[in-house]
C-alpha cells in the first residue's frame, strides 16, 4: 500500500449522483445503460397500465400490486437514469436518499394514520345536520 | 472496474483532499431534489387523504382519460432517455448530438405540458375546477405542481442549448448540465407516483 494518492479522475474518487462514469468505457456503453433504463420503465409502466383495467389480479389487490410496479420503476429510475449505485463512491448519494425516503414515508403513512383515524372517530356529517336542528 | 477499492484495505477513501467541485454541486443538487420530492410527498398525502372527499362531484374514474395519461407518461419516459443521451453527449463533447437530443428533449418536454394543459381546460370546462371539490383542489395542486416543475424545466433546457451554443462545454456549463438532467430525471420519477396514485389507483377505486 505505497500508492495513497486518489486521482480524481479514477474510478476511487467519489461520484456525484446522475455522473457519467466515462473511465475508458465509452459513450456506446453509457447509451447501452439508457437503453436498459429505458426499456425495463417502458415494461413496467405497461404493466402498470395493464393491472389497472384488467381482472387478471384479484381486485382488492390492486392498489398493492400498482404500488408495488412504482416502487420498482422508481428504482430503475435511480439506477439506470440517476447512476444511484450501491458502489463505495456512492455512499453519500445513498445516505441522503434513504433520509429522504425516510421523510417520505413518514409524511405519508402519518398523514393517511392520522386523519384516517380523526375521520373514524368524528361525527357523521348527516348526524351533525340534525344536530344544529 | 480495474481499480481496488482501498477503504476496504485500511486506507481512508478522503486522503484525497477536499472534492471536486463537480462533486460538491452534484451531491447539492441531490439534496435539493431530494427536498423538492420531500415537498411532493405532503402534496401526495394531502391528495390521498382527500381522494375520496368529491362534495358530490364528479370522482377520478368519471373524470380521466387513461389514453391521455399513457400519452403523457410515454412523453416523458423517453424524454429522460433522449436527456440521459444528451448528458452523455456533452460528457463526449460531442455539439451536434448534444443538440439534437436536448431538442428531442425539449420537444417531448412540451407535448407533455401541452397533454396536461388540454386536460386542464378539458376539466375546468365540464365544471370540475379546482373549486368543486377537496379532491379535485388537492388533484390539481399535486398535478399542476409536477407541470411548473416540467415547465421550469423547459426554461432550463432552453437555457442549457443557448450556454452550450455561446460558451462551449466548459467545465462550469458541464456542472450545470449534470444538475438539469438530475432534475429532468427526478421529474420523471415523481410522474411515475403521479400516474401511480392519482390516476391509476382513481380509475381502480
Known amino acids: 500500500m505505497s500508492e495513497t494518492q486518489i486521482d480524481p479522475q479514477s474510478s476511487d474518487a467519489d461520484l456525484a449522483p446522475g455522473d457519467e462514469a466515462l473511465d475508458g468505457a465509452g459513450v456506446a456503453q453509457g447509451a447501452w445503460g439508457y437503453v436498459i433504463g429505458l426499456a425495463l420503465a417502458l415494461g413496467l409502466t405497461a404493466a402498470s397500465f395493464y393491472f389497472a383495467g384488467s381482472k387478471l389480479i384479484w381486485a382488492p389487490a390492486i392498489p398493492a400490486a400498482l404500488i408495488a410496479l412504482a416502487i420498482g420503476q422508481m428504482g430503475v429510475h435511480l439506477v439506470f437514469f440517476l447512476h444511484i449505485t450501491t458502489g463505495p463512491d456512492n455512499t453519500n448519494n445513498v445516505l441522503a436518499l434513504a433520509f429522504g425516503v425516510l421523510i417520505v414515508f413518514l409524511l405519508i403513512a402519518g398523514s393517511l394514520w392520522i386523519m384516517a383515524n380523526l375521520d373514524h372517530n368524528m361525527v357523521p356529517m348527516s348526524r351533525m345536520m340534525s344536530m344544529q336542528r | ?205
Not at chain 2, 386536460?119 to 371539490?133: I, M, T
Request: aromatic share 14%; net charge neutral.
Open chain 2, 1 to 205: 472496474m480495474t481499480a481496488v477499492t482501498h477503504s476496504e484495505h485500511g486506507a481512508p477513501r478522503d486522503q484525497g483532499g477536499p472534492a471536486s467541485t463537480r462533486i460538491v454541486v452534484g451531491y447539492g443538487f441531490w439534496i435539493f431534489l431530494l427536498s423538492d420530492i420531500v415537498m411532493f410527498s405532503a402534496f401526495f398525502a394531502a391528495f390521498a387523504v382527500l381522494s375520496g372527499n368529491t362534495a358530490g362531484g364528479p370522482s377520478g374514474k368519471q373524470l380521466f382519460d387513461l389514453n391521455e395519461v399513457a400519452l403523457e407518461t410515454g412523453c416523458l419516459l423517453v424524454s429522460s432517455f433522449t436527456c440521459g443521451l444528451a448528458s452523455l453527449a456533452a460528457a463526449a463533447r460531442y455539439k451536434i448530438k448534444f443538440y439534437a437530443a436536448m431538442a428531442v428533449t425539449g420537444l417531448l418536454g412540451a407535448v407533455f405540458l401541452g397533454l396536461e394543459v388540454h386536460e386542464f381546460v378539458g376539466l375546468v370546462a365540464k365544471g370540475a375546477g379546482p373549486q368543486r371539490s377537496a379532491f379535485l383542489s388537492s388533484f390539481f395542486t399535486v398535478v399542476g405542481c409536477h407541470g411548473l416543475h416540467v415547465t421550469v424545466g423547459l426554461l432550463w433546457l432552453g437555457t442549457m442549448m443557448a450556454q452550450v451554443y455561446a460558451k462551449g462545454f466548459r467545465a462550469d456549463i458541464l456542472r450545470r448540465m449534470m444538475c438539469f438532467s438530475l432534475f429532468w430525471h427526478a421529474l420523471d420519477i415523481i410522474w411515475v407516483a403521479l400516474f401511480t396514485v392519482v390516476y391509476l389507483m382513481g380509475m381502480v377505486q
